[in-house]
């Protein structure tokens, strides 16, 4: 009678030992639960926009097409260069957004739009993913690449946001380069003006959303999981009084956080600060657990629609997963990752 219990304990053991073997070798017992993505994180991601509005496919020439095309890919080259070389998503958010600074087809350094007493007024900011610490310039006149101003305050300074002579000073002082604003000249942003002011005699002070579009931004994934995110604007056309827009806001053109994404935005600035539009993003992903693509669908397409604000936004999380949402006709946008995944849109596709 004493052998019962140890003989029913041996089977026992036995048993479940058989089950244990079952079930390692079952493929249903390495798969991913329903719903869960079994894809892993790429080495590194990079997704940029170049302005949202009015863009549409019967105003577009294939010639002016292959350019902003090919003024997107080369900036893209840029980034992807220094994260294929272990470089951080900093330096790649600087290296692609000084190829689009560089460019007349976006509204950003060379390309950026006059304001109504004839100057361009720049703005930028900059923030890094892994500690959230940020940096701004606003309204600055002479300085060939924005962006690197506002990391320069990020990065060499107590301050977040700079304006003016200030920011002027600053960056000079950090050894960045400086140019005659002459320099920003472009024909076609000055006839953009010249509309503008001969539309202020049929009616003043009347607002044209497409003024407010046109910004270029970018956010990166390094190799080490971090995350940064940069925007760079010329402001609007015929804008005044120094009017700032949503770029050189924390929280509200530029987030970045690696606990959740990067975020980058475009359109009228007026409502992305109103509604904090780059920080609802992250905080919706990190108060109410809801992925990168449904919350900044949530931001674009709910919170700026019921309140009358256009534009969109680019969004990168620590997943290296991508959202590019915009409610305007067009917003030049595209992204790639490790693997050799790219690609450039326009329009609602």
């Not at 002459?182 to 044209?208: M, N, P, W």
């Not at 770029?247 to 053109?253: Q, W």
């Not at 109103?274 to 919170?303: K, N, P």
């Amino acid at each position: 009678m004493r052998l019962l219990p140890v003989l029913l304990n041996l089977c026992l053991v036995l048993f479940l030992y058989a089950c244990q073997e079952a079930s390692a070798a079952s493929p249903e017992a390495t798969a991913p639960a329903s719903g869960a993505s079994s894809t892993e994180r790429p080495e590194y991601a990079l997704v940029i926009h170049g302005g949202a509005g009015t863009i549409l496919k019967e105003n577009m020439t294939d010639e002016r097409a292959a350019a902003i095309t090919a003024a997107m890919n080369a900036a893209m080259d840029a980034g992807e260069q220094v994260l294929q070389q272990g470089g951080s998503a900093a330096d790649a958010v600087e290296a692609t957004i000084w190829v689009m600074e560089d460019s007349p087809y976006f509204n950003s350094g060379k390309g950026a739009v006059f304001t109504n007493a004839g100057i361009n007024e720049l703005d930028a900011s900059f923030m890094n993913g892994a500690d959230q610490n940020a940096g701004a310039v606003g309204g600055v006149t002479n300085l060939k690449h924005p962006i690197s101003a506002a990391r320069a305050v990020m990065e060499k300074s107590e301050h977040v946001l700079l304006t003016g002579k200030g920011a002027e000073e600053f960056a000079a002082g950090q050894g960045l380069e400086v140019v005659d604003p002459s320099y920003f000249y472009t024909e076609e942003r000055y006839q953009s003006l010249q509309r503008a002011l001969e539309g202020e005699k049929v009616e003043q002070e009347k607002i044209d959303v497409d003024k407010k579009h046109g910004t270029v931004g970018c956010v990166a994934l390094d190799k080490d999981g971090n995350l940064a995110a940069g925007t760079s604007t010329g402001g609007m056309t015929n804008k005044r009084y120094n009017r700032l827009g949503d770029s050189p806001i924390i929280g509200a053109g530029t987030y970045a956080d690696n606990a959740t994404c990067g975020v980058s935005c475009t359109g009228w600035g007026e409502f992305f600060i109103r509604y904090a539009v780059a920080y609802d993003v992250h905080a919706r992903m990190a108060y109410a657990g809801s992925s990168l693509q449904e919350a900044a669908d949530a931001v674009i397409h709910q919170t700026l629609v019921e309140k009358g604000g256009t534009g969109g936004l680019i969004a990168l999380d620590a997943r290296g997963n991508v959202a590019m949402p915009f409610n305007t006709p067009g917003m030049y946008r595209g992204y790639l990752k490790a693997g050799g995944e790219r690609e450039i849109r326009f329009y609602e596709e």
